[in-house]
């Protein structure tokens, strides 16, 4: 995650088209931007072939963002 570190979230949001055409993806995938521009999103696996979900714990309960 070198490159990370110390970035601040702007917001996290459904990918546009135009993201989602430039990764050969399609249906509804979550992007993060940061404040300086940088979007970080999710892979199903390492060679970017499709997107994933976001998921986490939240309180004392697991969640997911799609």
């Known amino acids: 995650m070198s490159g990370l570190e110390g970035k601040i979230v ?3 949001r459904p ?3 135009t ?5 050969g993806w399609s249906g509804r995938q ?3 931007v940061f404040t300086d521009g940088t ?3 999710p ?3 390492a060679e970017g072939n499709g997107g994933g ?4 714990f939240m ?3 697991s969640i997911g963002w799609s």
């Not at 993201?19 to 990764?23: F, G, I, K, W």
């Not at 979900?53 to 986490?56: K, M, S």
């Open 59 to 61: 309180g004392n309960k």
């Open 39 to 41: 979007l970080v999103y």
């Open 10 to 12: 702007k917001e996290i």
């Open 15 to 17: 990918m546009t088209d």
């Open 43 to 45: 892979s199903k696996d």
């Open 53 to 56: 979900v976001l998921f986490g």
């Open 30 to 32: 979550m992007v993060i």
């Open 19 to 23: 993201e989602l055409n430039r990764e």
